[in-house]
């Protein structure tokens, strides 16, 4: 039989070390699927086929298994609207530095231009959400563009879309494909320059504070043993917080809309601000340069500046940074300002952790309760996925890191519906390792047809639902900027129910005493298991930090909605959470 371009291209793919593709089978996209089939599977050498719902849950899927093993991962549409539903996992792959290739088949080559069925342009639409994008136009061409596609994505980082005509994959390879040959991430070294100018700044300042982010990871030790040099305390991004938050004895939590803990007044009470590996968006959380000098170390000069601004820059790895510069640096003797944080950090959480009175009692539950009993039953390897919104907030404040445990959300892209396809891909690559998703009800209702591909691969995820039947981020931001909460409503649904019709085991909790016992029996069960909990829909998170407009605009949205004649909704929601403001 002959080798045709699709199986060439999975040769590739092979090759590379790929072991699945995530992905919906299309007309256009079948002769690939057909050489998957061909290639016997991954228990035999080839690669297996992941049939998920809806694109853009194989390019969730993608990205969290790229970002979790650190390899090549790959996802693909048919032509049209197949791959079209691929771009909203693939930016979210792309922003996070999954290195994901999508395969956008596209539909005859000779129709290409006339507005053909389903007709779109792949190698356009998909270029802001990758580093390199390509149409393959003949069998000649197809081997070198892969090559090109799959190094891209490992090289830099992110994500490469080969778009494929159906009737090009058909035809008979030519050439041959090249070696992929991978290499290790080297190391930026910053310049002596720039380690000689944060020296300076370092022995100059009395007070100074760290801001760690994701280009931390591989250097805890190195970063802690700065801080305590420095006495300084760390605040950290959520994107860091898995690498630098455990066995951190300098730790004062996170800034921003969702942080906690004395992070924000840690950074602007010091003299000298070190961001460390960090492009924290959020500009407002972040002094500005005027009263507080900041240093800024970044692997990505084009970063470094662009939130805030940043007086001593540094252009390297934080590891080979902080290694040029200790030798440089005189020991903080004076720990008063490190222990004065320290202290009003230990305060601060005690105010996070002060749920309601008699909140192992409180119906509906309480959702940081309930993350707190899940923080304690989850295995200490667990990977943990949070929806974005609410339950981002709860895994922020709740789930602790201890260098085993992984923590992936949607962070810098921010959507919703993001838990339960990366729970896919994350457990798909990790057969072995807890998977556990914090889902909302809102996140997991705009894909929920996913359950079926859960079901169907029998991958044995754990889905804790936080069920509080409203949208509730978007309640908060209404609240705080004066608007009364409309259009955040969820229809309650018994998604236990739902789950068990689908053949998971599924347990609906409504009481808090039934909780930690739900979720232990859903970690033993050999396969996969969701877990309802009918949580609290008045209880809001608060950032560390509220301003006086805030307060204001919470007030004003409390009395317009009992203008509204929602008195009894306004007493609960000032109830559960006036002891946070």
């Known amino acids: 039989m002959a080798t045709t371009v699709a199986d060439q291209i999975i040769a590739q793919l092979i090759e590379a070390g ?44 993608a990205g969290a298994e790229a970002q979790l093993t650190g390899e090549l991962a790959v996802c693909a549409g048919s032509c049209g609207p197949g791959n079209l539903h691929l771009i909203n996992g693939l930016y979210d792959a792309h922003r996070s530095g999954a290195p994901v290739l999508a395969i956008a088949s596209h539909i005859p080559s000779a129709q290409i231009g006339s507005s053909f069925f389903q007709e779109t342009h792949p190698d356009r639409l998909f270029v802001e959400c990758s580093n390199y994008c390509e149409l393959i136009s003949s069998a000649g061409q197809a081997p070198r563009v892969v090559s090109i596609a799959m190094r891209h994505a490992i090289g830099l980082g992110g994500v490469a879309v080969i778009t494929l005509p159906g009737d090009i994959a058909e035809l008979p390879s030519l050439g041959t494909a090249p070696t992929i040959t991978l290499t290790k991430r080297g190391t930026l070294v910053p310049s002596p320059a720039d380690v000689q100018r944060l020296a300076d700044a370092i022995n100059n300042a009395r007070q100074i504070a760290i801001f760690a982010g994701i280009g931390v990871a591989g250097a805890h030790d190195d970063v802690v043993a700065f801080a305590d040099l420095l006495a300084a305390p760390m605040g950290h991004s959520l994107r860091g917080k898995e690498w630098i938050q455990y066995d951190n004895p300098f730790d004062v939590g996170m800034t921003g809309l969702i942080g906690y803990g004395a992070a924000h007044d840690g950074m602007h009470d010091a003299d000298l601000l070190i961001l460390l590996g960090t492009d924290f968006p959020y500009s407002q959380f972040l002094p500005d340069g005027t009263d507080v000098v900041i240093a800024q170390v970044d692997i990505r000069a084009e970063h470094i500046g662009r939130r805030t601004n940043v007086t001593v820059p540094v252009h390297g790895d934080v590891a080979a940074t902080l290694a040029a510069v200790t030798p440089l640096i005189t020991r903080t003797a004076d720990r008063r300002f490190l222990e004065k944080t320290l202290k009003h950090h230990e305060q601060l959480m005690h105010k996070v952790d002060g749920n309601p009175r008699n909140v192992e009692k409180r119906t509906p539950i309480h959702p940081e309760y309930a993350a707190s009993i899940l923080d304690e039953v989850a295995a200490d390897d667990a990977v943990f996925i949070a929806d974005t919104g609410m339950c981002n907030v709860w895994a922020a404040r709740y789930i602790n890191p201890n260098g085993r445990r992984r923590m992936l959300a949607s962070l810098l892209h921010g959507s919703m519906a993001n838990a339960l396809p990366q729970a896919i891909g994350a457990q ?147 109830r559960t959470n006036i002891h946070k403001l």
Do not use: C
């Open 18 to 61: 790929v072991r699945r593709i995530y992905g919906i089978v299309g007309d256009s996209l079948n002769p690939i699927v057909d050489a998957v089939r061909r290639s016997g599977g991954s228990a035999n050498g080839g690669i297996d086929w992941v049939h998920v719902r809806n694109e853009e849950a194989a390019a969730f899927a």
């Open 428 to 574: 798909a690559s990790n057969p072995g390792r807890q998977v556990v998703t914090l889902s909302g009800d809102g996140g997991l209702s705009m894909l929920l047809g996913e359950l079926v591909t859960v079901a169907a691969q029998n991958l044995p995820v754990k889905i804790v639902v936080f069920n509080n039947s409203t949208l509730g981020m978007v309640k908060l931001e209404m609240l705080v900027d004066g608007y009364p909460d409309f259009g955040v409503d969820v229809p309650a649904v018994d998604y236990a129910a739902v789950a068990n019709a689908l053949g998971i085991y599924g347990q609906r909790v409504e009481v808090p005493a039934d909780i930690r016992g739900a979720l232990e029996r859903a970690f033993e069960h050999n396969g996969p298991a969701l877990v309802d909990l009918v949580t609290d829909p008045l209880a809001l998170s608060m950032p560390p930090t509220i301003t006086g407009a805030q307060v204001r605009g919470f007030a004003l949205a409390l009395s317009r909605v009992v203008l509204n004649g929602g008195v009894g909704e306004a007493v609960q929601l000032a």
